[in-house]
């Protein structure tokens, strides 16, 4: 898959599952199930123990799943994450070497990114989408809404504290997508083996997500509507 084609998926789901487990098994089991609720897309945080060896499996054995490295601190590892079979990789903040590494690469990007400063650093630098982290400890959906106000051009993913309760509101802000890591894979149904749980939370995310969007194509349509109504008043004057 294509660096064009990687961002325009994520960007369709608009959900990326940040995997964080004690345990390569446990990270094995989560993206299954998430997968099984209808979300082809996880993130393989480097803090799971055998995280490459985990990618690479994935990779391997489940071609109809994207499969990222998150949590990449430099591209040494990133190089390692790619010829596991990632194809994007984020960060917690930015890292000019990977952005770098990623270009030449043609692999996806994701740099983390907080203040605009940093949010459009990271995006001249060549990051694909820029994920706002932690979005949720400074100010939440609105402080989204804020910044693409400002910057409306950069794609925006919201990610740090985002659950059930505040997915929509970030996706109605202008986020392009969400990072959710324990909300959707809670550690409690990795320990019971609970795939079912998190199937059920994966449909839940997913249908937040397109009612959201739902809910901002209605509000395009009304304001062409009453634009198209007001040109039609004025030629009729």
Sequence with gaps: MEKKEV???IEKIGIIPS???ASAEDAHFAAEAVMRGGIPI????MTVPGAINV?????????QLLVGAGTVMNAETAKQCVGA???FLTSSGFRPAIVEFAAKEDIA?????LTPTEIVTAWEAGGDLVKVFPCSQVGGDGYIKALKTS????PLVAAGGVNQLTAADFILSGACAIGVGSELIPPEA?????????QELALRFTEFVKQARDKIAAGKKRASRRKSADIAECEAQ
Aim: net charge positive; with cysteine; aromatic share 2%.
């Design 19 to 21: 995997i964080r487990s």
């Design 55 to 63: 990618i690479s499996h994935l990779a391997k054995f489940h071609p």
């Design 190 to 198: 990795l320990e019971r083996r609970q795939s079912q749980r998190i």
């Design 85 to 87: 079979g990632a194809r």
């Design 151 to 154: 910057l409306p051009e950069i």
């Design 7 to 9: 961002c325009a998926l």
């Design 109 to 113: 990007v994701l740099p983390g990114a």
């Design 42 to 45: 996880v993130e393989i945080t």
